[in-house]
């Protein structure tokens, strides 16, 4: 593992590794311990702990209510937790050093229909200090390229997150959190999205995204598993297929629950 520190171009250093073919051997970016959410006087977050490294794609999955996006929250430091700890690149979530390292993306995009593409981009790239190089850049990343001039309101759904995506890669960040990114996307941008986020964590990003739909899970290098707040694997494709003896995602993650509640 080599690990080298590269100059950006908003004048923050990174630290981006060089993948390795041992991956225990990536340097950690997210570890979290015993992590408890409450809410409504319910535990909506139950003892949650994993650590994900640099350079690898991380499913987050699970049925919708299961608190996947609760966990995220708390990676990026906007959820008050009851117990446990979250740290990211060395440094408890939500630390204001964190902030041009890490991005969330959220389920409802949150940028402004009354803006276009470019506009959006290039108004977040000012909040950000990024480069105003990096808005053409992002915007041909997330495949916009010709609705530069589009009003964000008139978008799709899908392109409307793609516009989310593209603000969140101005500031080249090491940490990607990305919550539910291509629901509502037809299965062409639904795969080139998955590409992009491979290619990220080649560069030596720590990309952790969270899905509904278990075919998604062939796509990632890890799995966290999650279900009523609580873990039910840590693993890979492979060995969720292997532990379950199943030949598909979905059955396998059938067998997880059917097993928990034997």
């Known amino acids: ?66 608190g996947k996006s609760t966990v995220m929250r708390s990676l990026v430091g906007v959820q008050v937790v009851a117990a446990g700890s979250v740290t990211l690149l060395g440094r408890a979530a939500g630390d204001r050093e964190l902030r041009p390292h890490v991005a969330y993306v959220t389920q409802s995009p949150s940028v402004y229909d009354d803006l276009t593409v470019a506009e959006n981009v290039a108004y977040f790239a000012k909040v950000l200090g990024a480069p105003t190089s990096r ?28 516009v989310s995506l593209a603000t969140a890669l101005l500031a080249e960040p090491e940490v990607l959190v990305l919550d539910e990114p291509t629901v509502g996307l037809d299965p062409v941008l639904r795969r080139d999205l998955w590409q992009m986020f491979g290619r990220l964590a080649t560069e030596g990003a720590c990309v952790l995204v969270s899905s509904h739909v278990m075919d998604e899970a062939s796509r990632c290098d890890r799995l966290l598993l999650m279900r009523e707040g609580r873990l039910m694997a840590d693993t890979t494709p492979s060995g969720l297929l292997a532990s379950t003896g199943q030949d598909s995602m979905d059955a396998a993650f059938l067998a997880l629950v059917e097993g928990d509640a034997s």
């Open 1 to 66: 593992m080599v690990l080298a520190l590269r100059a950006r171009s908003d004048g923050h250093d990174r630290f981006v590794s060089t993948p390795s073919q041992d991956p225990q051997s990536r340097p950690d970016a997210i570890v979290v311990e015993g992590l408890c959410v409450d809410r409504g006087g319910h535990r909506v977050v139950d003892n949650v702990s994993f650590t994900l490294r640099t350079g690898e794609v991380t499913g987050l999955l699970g049925p919708s209510g299961g």
């Open 135 to 162: 808005v053409a850049t992002v915007i041909e990343r997330v495949d916009l390229s010709t609705h530069t001039k589009s009003l964000v309101g008139r978008l799709s759904g899908g392109q409307r997150s793609r």
